[in-house]
């Protein structure tokens, strides 16, 4: 079974500073992984996702992402905090086989501090 | 276009009411996703639909009934709700391998059952 952990479920950070948000997956196998944003009042928008290969993936509007199979964790970051980034922010992960669904961690909200 | 819609974006109806929930997409995408959202919750998958055949139904009561009548559409009918079933109503859609393909979301219709 497959599941995915946020923790902190809001986080505040200053406009300029750095943003981390955290993401820890409990797989069997080493799952697929990506990180969605949720504008209020809007659907989900992809920022990354990792299959396979390089650890590091960057994504949309600055963000990044570490995939790192011995802490299996797929922490968020990005180095500069924007007001435009305040949202909330979900983890999910997808077998790498079988099922074409996705599987969503509880979200953070950020908020991000003038 | 990268574009998926939902109609209506609110909806308010009673228990006895039959409603549908409209979602579509021009992406040429043979993947379909319901998911519900509840307030300060991850979305939950509802139905997948697979080149137009229902894959997944994650055990959604018979008062949802998905319908997929061609490549582009996805419907939700909707019948003797009850006031929990209030929520966000997402629709996505993408290339029928989610860890290969990014899902699109849809803004959502918000439910509301008096």
């Known amino acids: 079974a497959q599941s995915v952990t946020q923790l902190g479920s809001h986080v505040s950070v200053s406009e300029g500073a750095l943003v981390l948000l955290r993401c820890n997956y409990s797989s069997s196998v080493p799952p697929y992984l990506f990180w969605y944003v949720q504008y209020p009042n809007q659907g989900l928008q992809l920022l990354l996702k990792?299959?396979?290969?390089?650890?590091l993936v960057k994504g949309i509007n600055g963000f990044e992402a570490e995939f790192k199979k011995s802490e299996t964790s797929f922490h968020l970051t990005k180095p500069s905090a924007h007001m435009s980034d305040a949202a909330e922010y979900f983890c999910a992960v997808s077998r790498r086989r079988g099922a074409n669904n996705l599987f969503f961690g509880t979200g953070t909200r950020l908020t991000v501090i003038p | 276009d990268t574009e998926v819609t939902q109609t209506p974006k609110h909806l308010v109806m009673g228990m006895t009411n039959k409603k549908s929930l409209k979602c579509e997409q021009h992406m040429g995408h043979r993947a379909m996703y319901w998911y519900k959202q509840k307030a300060k919750k991850p979305p939950e998958l509802m139905f997948v639909y697979s080149y137009e055949k229902l894959s997944i139904n994650e055990s959604v009561p018979s008062r949802f009934s998905p319908e997929c009548p061609n490549s582009s559409l996805l419907n939700l009918h909707l019948h003797a709700l009850q006031p929990e079933d209030s929520a966000l109503y997402l629709c996505?859609?993408?290339?029928?391998?989610?860890?290969?393909?990014?899902?699109?979301f849809g803004p959502g219709t918000r439910l509301t059952v008096t």
């Open positions: 990792y299959t396979t290969g390089a650890t």
């Open positions: 996505a859609s993408s290339q029928p391998q989610v860890a290969l393909y990014e899902q699109y």
